[in-house]
């Protein structure tokens, strides 16, 4: 049997004079030791040679001889073995590795993935690679920027159909968001705009300041054209009206003493003809008409109405410009955004305010019109 260090033993016999001789073994280090022959045993069996420590070969014992004439036989350990010889060649494989360099570790590796059948493709991304993807996420520019998101314009139903995604937007989100648009409100539809980076954000609340402008301008050109038609009926229909009633007062005297003396007539016998008879129906009617409460309550309903349009105005201006101060606070602080209620409530107050010119403007027209009516049944 071998020493540590890969001496050898000499031949030695056994109990009962076998002879007993020591065959090639592997050391602790890889040396070749040798192992013992087979040797008979106590009762003339012969041992197989056994494996040393790291990679050689270990067989147990040739089938014996019992007491009773029964022989014995055992598997020999291949799992060991191969476990063993496994362990001494990684073992040699990673002294050999760590001497050498960086490139021939490198093709050393690719070669053992390629012969493992793996592929040798680094996955992780470059510094540069990485670099690039972190700019294009906050990049405004760039598709994928995570600085981007859909609003929402309003938009004729009619002309809904025709709006698409611009170059460079993903149809599959704009379908996205086009499901997820608000209800319809005030006969129209939404469809949604894109907006990359704070930029354009800003922009978008520039745009909805200047609109918010537009609508101050616009109610002060109403409330100025509202003011120009109180002044007219002030200077040219409050006149005529007056004009128009010291007519009515000496045509109704007219009218009294023309009746007083067909009644005096009639009482004394004179019978009227057709046409004087005509004459005393129109002048009833006309009397009617003139004394009729309903003319001078329109009169009064048309001014207060006026009146109340007036300080409907003069409200709409205040909170224009209540507004417009708002707007220019969340722009300071730097918000950007419009709150909804205030735009809804803007257009609401527009709407109204448009129905109650347009109803004015029919008011003043009936009124026009039954006046002329008058002018041409006094000029008869």
Known sequence: MSSIFAQTKPTTSNFFGGAQSSAAQPSLFGASTNAAQPAGG????????????????????????????????????????????????????????????????????????????????????????????????????????????????????????????????????????????????????????????????????????????????????????????????TQDLSVRIDASRRQHAAISARTLRLAVKCQVLRNRGYALDSQEESLRTTLLELEKKVLDPVFASREEEIWARMVQLRERARWLEEEGKRLGSSVNGHKVEGTAQLPADVVASARRILRDYDVQIQQLTKEVNEVHREFNEWNETRAR
């Open 42 to 233: 106590l009762f003339g069996a012969s041992q197989a040679p056994a494996g040393g420590l790291f990679g050689s070969s270990t067989q147990q014992p040739a089938p014996n001889q019992g007491l009773f004439g029964q022989s014995q036989q055992q598997q020999p350990q291949q799992q060991q073995n191969n476990l063993a010889g496994a362990l001494g060649q990684g073992l040699n494989a990673s002294v050999n590795f760590s001497a050498l360099d960086a490139q021939a570790q490198r093709e050393l590796a690719q070669s053992r993935l390629q012969g493992a059948g793996l592929s040798n493709s680094v996955r992780e991304k470059t510094v540069t690679q990485q670099l690039e993807t972190l700019v294009g996420k906050w990049d405004p520019a760039s598709p994928d920027t995570l600085l981007q998101t859909y609003l929402y314009n309003a938009a004729n139903p009619a002309f809904a159909p025709f709006y698409h995604p611009a170059i460079g937007e993903s149809e599959k989100e704009y379908e996205t968001a086009l499901a997820k648009k608000p209800e319809a409100t005030d006969g129209n539809t939404w469809v949604p705009v894109l907006i990359r980076g704070l930029k354009a954000l800003g922009e978008r609340v520039e745009y909805q300041a200047k609109f918010v402008q537009n609508m101050q301008i616009r109610l002060h050109e109403m409330n100025n054209a509202l003011s120009a038609i109180i002044e007219k009926h």
